[in-house]
């Protein structure tokens, strides 16, 4: 089992800058590929961002790419995401999820650990 809790939401005006951090527990860190996802109401939730297991590969969505960063810190069990430029299109809910493996899906179903969340909103 992993256990997963992020952090760092909050209300941003449009063009500001928000980190969210993802702090894992229960087993070893560098064992999962970890990845965002975000659901805005009334939407499906979507991939965001992905990174393997020690960082050298990321995948972006294109909507967010250029402007958000994923990165990961193993010695503290911790994933981050940067967003910087941000609009009102991002506000959701933000997610982190975990799989073992190498792999780095974007689909929803191939995360097996999920967080509870973090609310960002964007104003224009």
């Known amino acids: 089992q992993v256990q997963l809790v992020e952090s760092g939401g909050g209300l941003v005006q449009a063009g500001d800058s928000l980190r969210l951090s993802c702090a894992a527990s229960?087993?070893?860190?560098?064992?999962?590929?970890m990845g965002w996802f975000r659901q805005a109401p009334g939407k499906e939730r979507e991939f965001v961002s992905a990174?393997?297991?020690?960082?050298?590969?990321?995948d972006y969505a294109d909507s967010v790419k250029g402007r958000f960063t994923i990165s990961r810190d193993n010695a503290k069990n911790t994933v981050y995401l940067q967003m910087n430029s941000l609009k009102p299109e991002d506000t959701a809910v933000y997610y982190c999820?975990?799989?073992?493996?190498?792999?780095?899906?974007?689909?929803?179903?191939?995360?097996?650990?999920w967080g509870q969340g973090t609310q960002v909103t964007v104003s224009s």
């Open positions: 999820a975990a799989r073992a493996g190498t792999l780095m899906p974007t689909k929803i179903t191939s995360y097996a650990y």
């Open positions: 229960g087993r070893t860190f560098s064992d999962y590929v």
């Open positions: 990174i393997s297991r020690y960082g050298s590969s990321t």
